[in-house]
């Protein structure tokens, strides 16, 4: 069974910076994509960033967060992270990390993150970012 636990969400002030760490355990991450979503109250959940790991690795991020985000991953913890700089209130929301089950198209599932692609997914921090 997958399961994801996120950590690192606080109140910062605008251009701070913060880092979510997402805890995995039984997902191979050969292979394998994870995301970050974001939900702001009365907004849709967005894709933020993802990672695929599989002959090599690869990112994908929102137009939002480009060069802002970074998402990275240590094998060795099992832990995927987001790392958040020059924040702004608008990044204020839930955020969430997930994980694609298994497929013949993960990659092109990673890359559009979707969240109906994305099958198991943690409880969420806040991150609350103040002018």
């Known amino acids: 069974q997958v399961r994801l636990v996120e950590s690192g969400g606080d109140s910062v002030q605008a251009g701070g910076s913060l880092r979510l760490s997402c805890g995995v355990s039984?997902?191979?991450?050969?292979?394998?994509?994870v995301g970050w979503f974001r939900q702001a109250p009365g907004k849709e959940r967005e894709g933020v960033a993802s990672i695929y790991t599989g002959g090599g690795i690869a990112t994908y991020y929102a137009d939002s967060v480009t060069g802002r985000f970074t998402i990275s991953q240590d094998n060795a913890k099992n832990t995927v992270y987001l790392t958040m700089d020059d924040l702004k209130p608008e990044d204020t929301a839930m955020y969430y990390c997930?994980?694609?089950?298994?497929?013949?198209?993960?990659?092109?599932?990673?890359?559009?993150?979707?969240?109906?692609?994305?099958?198991?997914w943690g409880q969420g921090t806040q991150v609350t970012v103040s002018l």
């Open positions: 039984g997902y191979r991450f050969s292979r394998n994509c």
């Open positions: 997930a994980a694609v089950a298994p497929s013949w198209d993960i990659t092109t599932r990673c890359a559009r993150r979707v969240a109906s692609d994305f099958a198991d």
